[in-house]
C-alpha cells in the first residue's frame, strides 16, 4: 500500500528510511526537489511502513542529465517521470515485495490515467 507523504511526521519517516538506506550502502545523497512526489510503502499486514519511493518529474531535470540516462530523442519530458528514492527496509528486501509493489503502481496508473481519459 502506498501513502502520499503530506504530513511533516510522514516526512520524517521517509526521510529516516531513506537515510538509513543511503547509509547502509554508502550512497551519496542528492537534495530533496520540492517538485517530487513521495510515498511510504506500507506493510499491509502490519500497517506500518517498510519503504519509500519518489516520483520526480522529468521537466526539472537538466536535459544533459536525463540523455546520460535516456534516450531523449523521441520521449516528451513533460509525461515522462523518474523513479528514485526507492528502497525498502532489510526485513522486507528478497520477498517478492518489489515485484507486487510496481504491479500495484502500474494498475493503479492505467486506472488513474483510463478514469482521466473518460472524464474529458
Known amino acids: 500500500m502506498f501513502k502520499h507523504v503530506s504530513t511533516m511526521e ?3 519517516i521517509f ?4 537515510e538509513h538506506t543511503i547509509n547502509k550502502n554508502h550512497w551519496l ?3 530533496y526537489r520540492k517538485e517530487s512526489i513521495r510515498y511510504l510503502i506500507y506493510d499491509r499486514k502490519y500497517k506500518k511502513p517498510i519503504g519509500t519511493v519518489e516520483f520526480t518529474p522529468a521537466s526539472i531535470i ?5 540523455s546520460k540516462r535516456y534516450r531523449t530523442d ?3 519530458i513533460e509525461t515522462l517521470w523518474e523513479v528514485d528514492r526507492l528502497s525498502l527496509l532489510r526485513d522486507y528486501q528478497r520477498k517478492g515485495k518489489m515485484t507486487y509493489i510496481f504491479i500495484r503502481y502500474s494498475v493503479n496508473t492505467i ?3 483510463f478514469r482521466k481519459a473518460i472524464s474529458a
Not at 526521510?15 to 531513506?18: A, E, F, L, P, R
Not at 537538466?62 to 536525463?66: K, M, Q, Y
Request: glycine share 4%; aromatic share 4%; proline share 10%.
Open 10 to 12: 510522514e516526512g520524517k
Open 15 to 18: 526521510k529516516d528510511i531513506w
Open 29 to 31: 545523497d542528492a537534495p
Open 62 to 66: 537538466p536535459i544533459e542529465t536525463l
Open 74 to 76: 523521441n520521449i516528451q
Open 111 to 113: 486506472k488513474h490515467t
